[in-house]
């Protein structure tokens, strides 16, 4: 059994020894990856003059799947409006937008973390913040498959240029607060009248959850999004920098001068200019040797330009195994034809896309739902039954057209398959705008019975109206023939 020291030691060991893949993965998706392929020698040839062309796919991956999660409420079992108060907590800690910073931090680095717990000053709002995998590192229970331990380790600089290690503990029942001096020891923190630093909540179970990223069996940390793109992209970035730099060397038509020597290429001033230059629109030229017969004349002759093309299909056929392996649609490629695709067969290209938004769904609805039951056990104090079948409500994950979402509503709902706030949901509306439509279907039906009730029947009794009876006309008779 280790202790709280031995716990804090081993959690930022491993997470130093994982970080570095981690800003690996980050600087791909941030386009800042090194170059690839490259020959040595030829970079050294190029020094500074030749530069990386980024074709950044790994972001338009993680961009793509992220952009179709979005949170939308969270739902009591029996009840079929998100609950309020749920809602409020959500609110208040601004997950609105960290919900989306740590869905993309998970597509891109395997996993991010959310950390409960409670706010000063404010009792009934517990404090739920999300954390990047670079701070946060947690280890697994391999009995039960929970959080056994993690911790929160960031450095602190000052002004003067000094450093300062912090770190935050987390175990099942305690939380506590640590810092590291200069002479590399681990302290326990302490209040002004000289006492630990720690919250001991006796949860029963640590108050940190990972959001991860197509979590296995043996990995239940979840892996990259970017991992089946990387090597292409890294291919894609070398052979797009290859072609400028052959537009550097042979894409403009070279001259070669035969017969000429240094010492014909001078400025107006009389100095010396080099001939034998890399730039374009410069002349190659080389001095003739002189033998029996030759009468010293000279020669020029141009090289034919390079048509690049060979690097274009290469290009090419690396997008559409990107495609292929993360379940892209071909236009999100820049794919185009003279005929554009109808809305069918778009959203038929979609639907691997989809299927895979919606399978985080599912994944990271269970990981909220935890959240929001940390956050009750917090605020009340003790466990309630119904938290255990929470629901998470998402935003629709395809495409679909208005039109189409509207006629598929409506059938549904005239069939009586579905009730009228169901039909609101599939329709995409999110729950504030559902509840101001119920409230104002409430008014309606009020307005009605007290219609009713003060004997206006006119409005009630008045029919639809009837078009007027076409009246028969005798059919014209058939003219005569002489």
Same mark, same amino acid.
């Given at each position: 059994?280790?202790?709280?020291?031995? %716990?804090?030691?081993?959690?930022?060991?491993?997470?130093?020894?994982?970080?570095?893949?981690?800003?690996?993965?980050?600087?791909?998706?941030?386009?800042?990856?090194?170059?690839?392929?490259?020959?040595?020698?030829?970079?050294?040839?190029?020094?500074?003059?030749?530069?990386?062309?980024?074709?950044? $796919?790994? !972001?338009?991956? @993680?961009?793509?799947?992220?952009?179709?999660?979005?949170? &939308?409420?969270?739902?009591?079992?029996?009840?079929?409006?998100?609950?309020?108060?749920? %809602?409020?907590?959500?609110?208040?800690?601004?997950? *609105?937008?960290?919900?989306? !910073?740590?869905?993309?931090?998970?597509?891109?680095?395997?996993?991010?973390?959310?950390?409960?717990?409670?706010?000063?000053?404010?009792?009934?709002?517990?404090?739920?913040?999300?954390?990047?995998?670079?701070?946060?590192?947690?280890?697994? *229970?391999?009995?039960?498959? =929970?959080?056994?331990?993690?911790?929160?380790? $960031?450095?602190?600089?000052?002004?003067?240029?000094?450093?300062?290690?912090?770190?935050?503990?987390?175990?099942?029942?305690?939380?506590? $607060? %640590?810092?590291?001096?200069?002479?590399?020891?681990?302290?326990?923190?302490?209040?002004?009248?000289?006492?630990?630093?720690?919250?001991?909540?006796?949860?029963? &179970?640590?108050?940190?959850?990972?959001?991860?990223?197509?979590?296995?069996?043996?990995?239940? =940390?979840?892996?990259?999004?970017?991992?089946?793109?990387?090597?292409?992209?890294?291919?894609?970035?070398?052979?797009?920098?290859?072609?400028?730099?052959?537009?550097?060397?042979?894409?403009?038509?070279?001259?070669?001068?035969?017969?000429? =020597?240094?010492?014909?290429?001078?400025?107006?001033?009389?100095?010396?200019?080099?001939?034998?230059?890399?730039?374009?629109?410069?002349?190659?030229?080389?001095?003739?040797?002189?033998?029996?017969?030759?009468?010293?004349?000279?020669?020029?002759?141009?090289?034919?330009?390079?048509?690049?093309?060979?690097?274009?299909?290469?290009?090419?056929?690396?997008?559409?195994?990107?495609?292929?392996?993360?379940?892209?649609?071909?236009?999100?490629?820049?794919?185009?034809?003279?005929?554009?695709?109808? @809305?069918?067969?778009?959203?038929?290209?979609?639907?691997?896309?989809?299927?895979?938004?919606?399978?985080?769904?599912?994944?990271?609805?269970?990981?909220?739902?935890?959240?929001?039951?940390?956050?009750?056990?917090?605020?009340?104090?003790? $466990?309630?039954?119904?938290?255990?079948?929470?629901?998470?409500? %998402?935003?629709?994950?395809?495409?679909?057209?208005?039109?189409?979402?509207?006629?598929?509503?409506?059938?549904?709902?005239?069939?009586?398959?579905?009730?009228?706030?169901?039909?609101?949901?599939?329709?995409?509306?999110?729950?504030? !705008?559902?509840?101001?439509?119920?409230?104002?279907?409430?008014?309606?039906?009020?307005? @009605?019975?007290?219609?009713?009730?003060?004997? *206006?029947?006119?409005?009630?009794?008045?029919?639809?109206?009837?078009?007027?009876?076409?009246?028969? &006309?005798?059919?014209? &008779?058939?003219?005569?023939?002489?």
């Amino acid at each position: 059994m280790r202790t709280e020291l031995e %716990w804090l030691k081993h959690l930022i060991r491993c997470h130093d020894k994982e970080k570095v893949d981690l800003q690996l993965l980050d600087s791909y998706y941030e386009g800042e990856q090194p170059l690839s392929y490259l020959a040595p020698e030829l970079q050294a040839e190029m020094d500074e003059r030749i530069r990386q062309v980024v074709v950044n $796919w790994p !972001q338009l991956v @993680a961009d793509s799947i992220e952009e179709r999660l979005d949170v &939308e409420g969270f739902r009591f079992p029996g009840e079929a409006e998100a609950d309020e108060e749920l %809602w409020r907590i959500w609110q208040a800690n601004r997950l *609105d937008a960290k919900s989306h !910073q740590g869905h993309l931090d998970a597509l891109v680095m395997r996993r991010s973390y959310v950390i409960t717990g409670s706010r000063e000053g404010d009792e009934g709002t517990p404090l739920i913040t999300v954390e990047s995998a670079l701070d946060v590192h947690a280890e697994y *229970d391999p009995q039960t498959g =929970g959080v056994a331990a993690a911790v929160k380790h $960031w450095c602190e600089e000052y002004a003067d240029g000094s450093k300062i290690d912090h770190a935050t503990l987390y175990l099942p029942d305690s939380t506590s $607060w %640590w810092t590291k001096d200069k002479t590399g020891t681990w302290s326990e923190d302490v209040d002004d009248a000289g006492e630990s630093r720690r919250d001991a909540h006796n949860l029963g &179970e640590v108050p940190v959850v990972p959001l991860a990223n197509r979590a296995r069996l043996k990995k239940p =940390g979840g892996v990259s999004e970017l991992q089946a793109v990387i090597s292409l992209s890294d291919a894609a970035c070398k052979i797009a920098t290859d072609m400028m730099v052959s537009a550097e060397y042979h894409a403009t038509p070279r001259r070669v001068a035969f017969g000429f =020597g240094e010492e014909d290429f001078q400025d107006e001033q009389g100095r010396r200019i080099s001939a034998f230059s890399r730039i374009i629109g410069r002349v190659w030229a080389t001095e003739r040797r002189r033998g029996p017969g030759d009468d010293g004349g000279a020669d020029v002759v141009q090289f034919p330009e390079a048509q690049l093309k060979n690097f274009h299909d290469t290009l090419n056929q690396l997008a559409r195994l990107v495609a292929s392996m993360a379940g892209l649609p071909p236009h999100f490629l820049g794919y185009a034809t003279e005929n554009p695709a109808s @809305a069918d067969a778009i959203r038929s290209s979609e639907s691997r896309l989809v299927k895979r938004a919606e399978r985080k769904q599912r994944e990271w609805g269970e990981a909220w739902e935890q959240v929001m039951r940390l956050a009750l056990r917090i605020r009340d104090g003790e $466990w309630d039954p119904r938290v255990l079948s929470l629901e998470t409500i %998402w935003r629709d994950a395809s495409t679909p057209t208005i039109a189409q979402k509207a006629d598929a509503a409506v059938k549904l709902h005239t069939a009586k398959i579905v009730p009228l706030r169901q039909t609101r949901e599939d329709m995409g509306y999110t729950q504030a !705008q559902i509840k101001r439509m119920e409230e104002q279907d409430e008014a309606a039906a009020q307005s @009605a019975m007290r219609r009713i009730l003060d004997g *206006d029947f006119a409005a009630l009794e008045a029919g639809p109206k009837t078009l007027p009876e076409e009246v028969d &006309e005798p059919a014209p &008779e058939p003219a005569r023939t002489a």
